[in-house]
């Protein structure tokens, strides 16, 4: 009983945001459209019970004019079925709809805001694929909810409706064996009611084991599908360097793991479709067994054995609905706990205080940077790198070195407060931004503009200085193309996409401009060049940069060279003054 709490608990928390949101009394209503087509459904079918029994009276009485009669009553209960089908299904997708659009821009905008995206690795690694869960399970979550959210509505009202019906006909059927009525006031129903009682029972013993297989599944098949996307997102140095071998067995393992999973999966519930099939079989027969001595004897015409049958059914049906939805009821369970197991990941990444994370972030009191005794360190606490305190005034440019290891990165990424692990303090320009800008740049889906002006959106940046930009960065010849859509990343040569990092900067004007080995794909006189650019047209900007001295130092005023060394054994980091 307390997972079942627990569970509805879990549901109603990722549910009823969306019913309080904006769009509120739009989904309330579309919900209250849903309920209604719902009963509408479960009405026609009571009446079409209550129609059998006058109908078989008729043709068991060969009563001419009320089998007439009948039919012309059926075809308008016909009517109402289309309609009542017709409006449950419009209301429901409808809902689905707009109740996807809510939650997956909802679950973006947490995901993909003060990079969530990012830190979450830091704080949770369990919480894998969390792109194919806002693209995957969100779907399945609002079908699966939907569907059985309205078995359930139709279970209980036709449970209900149904077992008043039964109720009634308990009385005038009595139920001889040896020569004894053996009936009492509802038996049928309390009879429907055990049958379906211990087939329920039966189900979920054999059946519960599917909720954590289910979990599973969907964490394996997400697994495999990441793994495929990144291969295509990576075919260029894959078979540059021929690496498909090694690509073959990562597959290979990740599908197994999702096949074993899926074989285990298929067991249970090839056992659980086979009881269901037996149990549906036998209540095809169970009711007519029950009532048919009352039949054969007299007790009750054709049609009170036709109406008693199809309501045990219904009661009985209504009563087990569980067990035909059983293994949908897994699958739900399961999408739930991952829908909430992320939503508590991104409470976390709010809340994850790190005992090793002491960098602080502060406003300065002008427009400079200033770094304090800063030292970077790993998640196991050991130091990777330490900047000694410096103060950047606007304009100012500095040049990280050193040889690979030494921590230039770790220390970027500290400056652009992706990092926090480790000690000291980091003063931020007020009222600028900082813009990191990675030796790879990334390239957005859509357009060259928005490719251009990430992260600026582009409707943001009018055209003139977006073509100034362009034109400055050396991407002139590209003016041309700004609304084509393609793949960016591949179209455009290695220099070109480092021209589009200097063009972003332009456009962006930040405070700090942090530069991980921005110019390595151009020649030397063309990186300088870009260099001097940057300083012409943001003359206020603090360049920092991680590059090879022999071409970045005539291009920043100071210098600091990580040594690499343990930091138990080395000084401070030496920092060299360079002419401008």
């Not at 429907?192 to 954590?212: K, M």
Request: charged share 15%; with cysteine.
């Amino acid at each position: 009983m307390d997972r079942v709490i627990v569970a509805l608990r879990t549901f109603l928390t990722l549910a009823l945001p969306y019913f309080r949101s904006e769009d509120r009394w739009r989904a309330r209503a579309l919900l209250a459209g849903v309920i209604g087509a719902e009963l509408g459904l479960v009405y026609v079918a009571v009446t079409v019970i209550q129609w059998n029994a006058r109908f078989f009276n008729a043709l068991e009485a060969r009563d001419w004019n009320g089998f007439t009669r009948e039919l012309f009553v059926f075809g308008l209960i016909t009517l109402g079925a289309i309609v009542s089908t017709a409006c449950q299904y419009y209301f429901g997708q409808t809902l689905q709809i707009r109740w996807r659009r809510w939650l997956t821009e909802r679950y973006v905008a947490i995901w993909m805001a003060q990079g969530r995206h990012y830190r979450i690795r830091f704080v949770d690694n369990t919480v894998d694929n969390i792109h194919l869960r806002i693209a995957n399970d969100v779907l399945l979550f609002l079908q699966r909810t939907h569907e059985l959210g309205t078995g359930l509505l139709n279970s209980v009202v036709a449970l209900l409706s149904f077992a008043i019906i039964l109720w009634g006909l308990s009385a005038a059927t009595p139920l001889p064996l040896f020569g004894v009525d053996l009936s009492f006031p509802g038996y049928l129903v309390f009879t429907a009611l055990a049958y379906a009682g211990i087939g329920t029972l039966v189900a979920h013993l054999i059946g519960w084991r599917l909720i954590p297989i289910q979990f599973n599944q969907q964490r394996f098949e997400s697994d495999f599908r990441f793994a495929i996307a990144r291969v295509t997102d990576n075919a260029e140095p894959v078979a540059l360097m021929g690496g498909e071998a090694v690509e073959r067995a990562e597959l290979r393992t990740r599908f197994w793991r999702l096949v074993r999973n899926w074989t285990a999966l298929v067991q249970r519930q090839t056992r659980l479709i086979g009881f269901t099939a037996g149990y549906g079989h036998v209540s095809t027969v169970f009711p007519i067994l029950v009532v048919s001595p009352a039949y054969l004897t007299g007790a009750i015409t054709l049609g009170a054995l036709i109406q008693a049958h199809l309501a045990f059914q219904r009661v009985e049906g209504a009563f087990a609905f569980c067990i035909g939805a059983y293994p949908k009821i897994a699958e739900w369970k399961a999408i739930v706990d991952r829908l909430a197991q992320f939503e508590a990941a991104m409470q976390v990444v709010d809340s994850y205080r790190d005992p090793l994370a002491n960098i602080a972030f502060v406003p300065a009191s002008d427009a400079g940077l200033a770094v304090d005794d800063l030292v970077v360190r790993l998640p196991s606490g050991e130091p990777i790198a330490s900047v000694p305190s410096i103060s950047l005034a606007p304009g100012d440019g500095l040049l990280v070195s050193g040889p690979s290891g030494s921590g230039k990165s770790s220390v970027f990424r500290a400056l652009a407060g992706l990092w926090p692990l480790g000690d000291g303090t980091i003063r931020l320009p007020a009222g600028g931004g900082v813009l990191a800008l990675p030796q790879r740049p990334y390239f957005p889906l859509g357009t060259l503009r928005q490719a251009l002006t990430y992260p600026t959106l582009a409707e943001q940046v009018d055209d003139t200085a977006l073509l100034e930009a362009m034109a400055a960065a050396g991407l002139g010849h590209l003016s041309g193309r700004l609304d084509e859509e393609a793949e960016w990343g591949t179209v455009l040569s290695g220099g070109e996409q480092q021209r589009v990092a200097f063009a972003r900067a332009l456009i962006a004007r930040p405070a700090v401009v942090l530069l991980d080995e921005a110019v390595t794909t151009l020649e030397e006189a063309d990186g300088a060049a870009l260099y001097r650019m940057m300083a012409q047209h943001l003359p206020g900007t603090i360049l920092i940069s991680i590059g090879r001295p022999a071409l970045l130092s005539v291009q920043h005023r100071r210098t600091i060279v990580l040594d690499g060394a343990p930091a138990s054994s080395r000084g401070a980091p030496q920092r060299v003054a360079v002419p401008a």
